[in-house]
């Protein structure tokens, strides 16, 4: 089978109801990452010096040399860029990211944590790249990064975000079974749910946008202002669209310098300003998030060996299954798992078919209110169709004629009067059998099979949750 992993649609047009407490319009989410004494550093055993988000423009690792400028950045995020936030925040909920190895490092700023109240999420054993890593390396540095931490901060962490992470490192996070949220996406402004087999993990996606990283980056934030100005910009939309929510990323070198701590500090004030504003920990969210929107899990066409997808998509165009047959060999993934995706599977393959193929459709279709009906020889999907609008209830007249028209069709273009009756009412399906008359046969051909198409999308939408 080919199938794409990827999910490109995620909530679509119309987001869940985030239902966030006190009917807040808003959850604002802010990240402190605590990295520093966790970087790369041969002190640390790694093979090289750090070259990561830092002061230094163009940064380059040493092999196995200290860098000694490198290192007293990341110190002055642990010496003072920490407290003058700690301060800052202190009777906020903020979620740490910690790297373990950095915690173990910082007795004075995990007491502080704690006293604050602040969430301390695991970010991993060490500040360190693991797109190349061994599935094996990788798990058994997440195993020890929990250990390290829970004898560091006295619980284990409900919370995991790598940040530079492998292909592999939401998968491994999941099978743990430790946390109630996983951090690794930037993917949604929502929290959304994944399956990795049994275990339904709960994603908190993260931000590189509203995130003072970008004081490192080129074409990043110059200035405080710049910043300040994002963060509301952000905020402003969100807010009005409502029942979002916003994350902002923090770290003790960036933000913790002077110049642009006082850009955090307006935009704290700006977001309390306003009402139905909940700043909270993520843990908090993911909790919330648990309990409102539990993760419900039901059959994916995408994951469906050939024989079961025929089974039961077989019928959704007209008694012809090989429209399902041919489309199970397409490169399906979670974004055919819902009516409208699985839809556009289908009818592709209804589309690319021959003309004769595509007239067997036409032709598979029962007449309108015809002989069929009333002898109860419909499928069940047609008799629910028919009765939706009231075709199951005519009069003898009524019956006769379409009795009558169904014959004139039939006789004029050889397939029999096709309509997605959900669509209508008994009346404006008489009116369009009269106008379709009037047709040429390309033009009605083409009608009809775009009625085909509209039948199907019903029925899918009966068939699958979304």
């Known amino acids: 089978m080919q199938r794409y992993p ?11 109801q985030a239902e966030w407490p006190n009917a807040a319009r808003i ?3 802010i990240v402190l990452n605590y990295e520093e004494g966790g970087e790369n550093n041969v002190l640390h055993g790694d093979a090289a010096s750090e070259a990561f988000l830092s002061e230094i423009v163009g940064a380059a690792a040493w092999p196995g040399q200290r860098h000694w400028n490198m290192e007293s950045i990341y110190e ?19 979620t740490v990211y910690g790297v373990a190895t950095a915690l173990a490092r910082a007795p004075e700023q995990v007491a502080a944590m704690k006293d604050a109240g602040w969430e301390i999420a695991s970010h991993g054993l060490k500040w360190i790249e693991y797109k190349d890593a061994p599935e094996d390396v990788e798990r058994a540095d997440m195993v020890e990064a929990i250990r390290l931490h829970t004898e560091v901060v006295g619980t284990p962490p409900r919370g995991w975000y790598t940040g530079r992470c492998s292909t592999n490192t939401v998968r491994l996070a999941a099978e743990t079974g430790q946390f109630a949220y996983v951090a690794d996406s930037y993917a949604d402004d929502l929290p959304y749910w994944m399956e990795f087999g049994r275990r339904d993990q709960l994603i908190v996606p993260y931000t590189l946008d509203a995130n003072d990283m970008r004081f490192a980056t080129p074409q990043g934030f110059n200035a405080g202002a710049q910043f300040l100005d994002y963060l509301k910009a952000s905020f402003d939309a969100l807010y009005r669209e409502g029942g979002r929510m916003m994350s902002i990323g923090l770290h003790c070198r960036l933000i913790g310098r002077p110049g642009r701590a006082e850009a955090l500090r307006e935009f704290i004030a700006y977001a309390q300003g306003h009402e139905g504003v909940w700043f909270a920990m993520r843990e908090q969210i993911a909790d919330h998030w648990a309990q409102v929107h539990p993760h419900q899990r039901f059959v994916r066409p995408s994951q469906m060996d050939r024989d079961s997808f025929v089974a039961k998509f077989g019928g959704v165009f007209e008694h012809s299954a090989w429209i399902a047959e041919r489309a199970h060999g397409l490169e399906l993934g979670p974004a055919h ?16 078919a021959s003309q004769a193929e595509r007239l067997g459709v036409l032709t598979a ?9 009333a002898a109860k020889r419909l499928t069940a999907e047609s008799t629910a169709e028919q009765a939706s609008a009231g075709l199951d209830a005519l009069t003898d007249g009524e019956r006769a004629e379409f009795a009558t028209q169904n014959a004139a069709y039939t006789e004029k273009f ?29 033009v009605e051909f083409a009608q009809a099979c775009h009625q085909v198409e509209r039948i199907a999308l019903h029925r899918l939408k009966d068939m699958l949750p979304r």
Do not use: C, E
């Not at 003072?80 to 909920?93: C, E, I, K, V």
């Not at 279709?365 to 009906?373: I, S, V």
């Open 6 to 16: 990827r999910d490109m649609t995620g909530y679509g047009a119309t987001p869940p």
């Open 27 to 29: 959850a604002v989410q």
């Open 76 to 94: 002055y995020g642990a010496r003072a860029g920490f407290w003058r936030l700690h301060r800052l925040m202190s009777d906020l909920p903020v």
């Open 337 to 352: 798992d819902s009516a409208v995706g699985l839809h556009n599977a289908l009818a592709r393959m209804f589309r690319s």
């Open 365 to 373: 279709h029962p007449d309108l209110a015809g002989k069929l009906a």
């Open 414 to 442: 050889g397939f029999p009067f096709i309509i997605a009756v959900r669509d209508h009412d008994k009346a404006s399906i008489k009116t369009a059998f009269a106008d379709r008359l009037a047709n040429d046969r390309d």
